[in-house]
């Protein structure tokens, strides 16, 4: 059998000598073959061995406008010949935080950090700061970080999952505080009788309700019609926040996020990833009294690299080219994503395949599934993940680059042909899968 992946196998082995897992995250151990790359453009990659990819991992998200943007490149190159950081004041954080506010409903003030598990950690302390309460309710296999204080009730297993009136709040990894559960109520996603019953067993207690408005890390699962507004309802009938993590939804599912997409309006949300456009860049947008705690309401707050030059730099450009043309860029990303999507739905049912195709455009994932819908996380416990490992490493061989999980990214640099291309390839890969 010929291995198309020999110079990525020796990387890996070399790379395991020095770096723990030879990868900087063990998320990324988890491809069938953790790849090393040495170039991109566009909507490609190309790996150590010279094998050619159409990409639709996006660095798990970032790259929204594609490898090597042209803009994004002469900003960052023109930053680079200044100082990389001042950890102090300079221009492009306050025209970064002006673009977000146009663009992000609920932005009245915004403050800047560097990774989405920051900004989460950020906005659970404001909440609590706020409501003078400690609990956070979250959602099964809703993602908010792999901080102790957030990883809860990600990827339980069937067996820990619990009743689902009652589920579980179960930690997410050995070492991590166990009483960090303590802090938490986790609910079934998209029940709203269920959360309602759930928040009224825990009255007073709870400062914020958090989710990811699409639930993207467990299958980019929609949100039901109307559940978001209900949710909302519920949190201001309760004296509670409503905090949208947008970290993946935030400049990719519209220009204005899931808020501006299902028109409802939380009183915090989380961006990173697309923010910016593949330099570390996140933060916390939300009403100017929850914001202020940092200032006048003894909310500690830091990070040294918050408002890094370059990644302003790179931000910046992203959002302006976002922002172009009505956010030409993004509609075309989501209707790329779209015309994929339905062709792997035609594939698929060509080759008596039975999935799932769930998500929207720019993000969504293909699950092995008998369901005909998939409506929380424990829906997705059911998908066949031996059938989804042989989907992957039959994609990779066909240069296609997928998401460990199923899931794909589709950005504004992917083209008619790219999706053409690709769908030529899947039919191959679905009529190799036993
Ligand atoms: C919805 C969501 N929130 C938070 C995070 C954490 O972001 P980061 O990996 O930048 O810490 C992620 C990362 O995938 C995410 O998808």
């Known amino acids: 059998m010929i291995d198309n992946w020999t110079k990525s ?19 990324r151990a988890k491809a069938p073959v953790p790849l090393y790359f040495r170039n991109g453009c566009g909507a490609r990659l190309e790996d150590v061995d010279g094998n050619e990819y159409i990409d639709y991992v996006l660095a798990w998200g970032p790259m929204i406008l594609g490898y090597r943007h042209p803009a994004i490149l002469e900003a960052m190159r023109r930053q680079a010949e200044l100082p990389a950081d001042y950890g102090a004041q300079h221009e492009l954080e306050f025209l970064v935080s002006e673009q977000i506010q146009k663009l992000m409903p609920c932005a009245e003030l915004t403050a800047f950090t560097s990774s989405g598990s920051e900004a989460c950690q950020i906005a659970f302390r404001l909440a609590r700061a706020f409501t003078g309460r400690d609990v956070i309710l979250k959602f099964e296999g809703h993602y908010h970080g792999w901080m102790d204080g957030a990883l809860i009730s990600y990827k339980p297993t069937a067996g820990h999952v619990g009743a689902l009136e009652h589920p579980n709040c179960v930690t997410g990894s050995r070492g991590q505080t166990r009483n960090s559960v303590e802090n938490f109520v986790v609910a ?15 009255r007073n207690r709870i400062a914020a309700v958090v989710m990811e408005p699409v639930l993207c890390n467990s299958g980019c699962i929609l949100p039901h019609a109307g559940y978001l507004e209900q949710v909302r309802e519920l949190c201001n009938a309760s004296g ?36 910016g456009g593949g330099a570390p860049l996140s933060g916390v947008a939300g009403r100017r009294e929850i914001l202020m ?18 990644s302003m730099a790179s931000s910046h450009a ?14 075309h990303a989501n209707a790329m994503g779209r015309q994929l999507m339905d062709g792997i739905r035609q594939i698929a049912s060509r080759k008596n395949v039975p999935i799932v195709v769930s998500g929207f455009g720019a993000a969504f994932a293909i699950h092995f599934t008998e369901k005909t819908g998939l409506a929380d996380y424990r829906d997705t416990l059911e998908d066949n993940s031996g059938r989804l490992q042989q989907f992957l490493y039959r994609a990779l061989e066909q240069g296609l680059h997928i998401l460990p999980d199923g899931r794909m990214y589709v950005s ?4 008619p042909r790219d999706i053409e291309e690709t769908l030529a390839r899947l039919d191959t890969v679905f009529s190799g899968l036993p």
Do not use: C
């Open 9 to 27: 196998r020796e990387y890996l082995e070399r790379a395991k000598r020095s770096l723990a897992g030879g990868v900087s995250s063990p998320f």
């Open 412 to 415: 504004a640099a992917h083209t």
């Open 318 to 331: 992203t959002l302006m080219e976002l922002d172009r043309n009505g956010g030409a860029a993004l509609a």
């Open 188 to 202: 079934p996603w998209n029940h709203i009788d269920l959360l309602a019953r759930i928040v009224d067993a825990n």
């Open 293 to 310: 705690q940092m200032f006048d309401g003894g909310v500690a707050f830091g990070g040294s690299f918050n408002g890094n030059s370059v």
């Open 240 to 275: 509670i926040l409503l905090i949208f993590d947008e970290v993946i939804t935030g400049f990719r599912l519209s220009l204005s996020g899931a808020q501006q997409f299902y028109h409802v309006i939380p009183d915090i949300a989380t961006f990173g990833k697309a923010v």
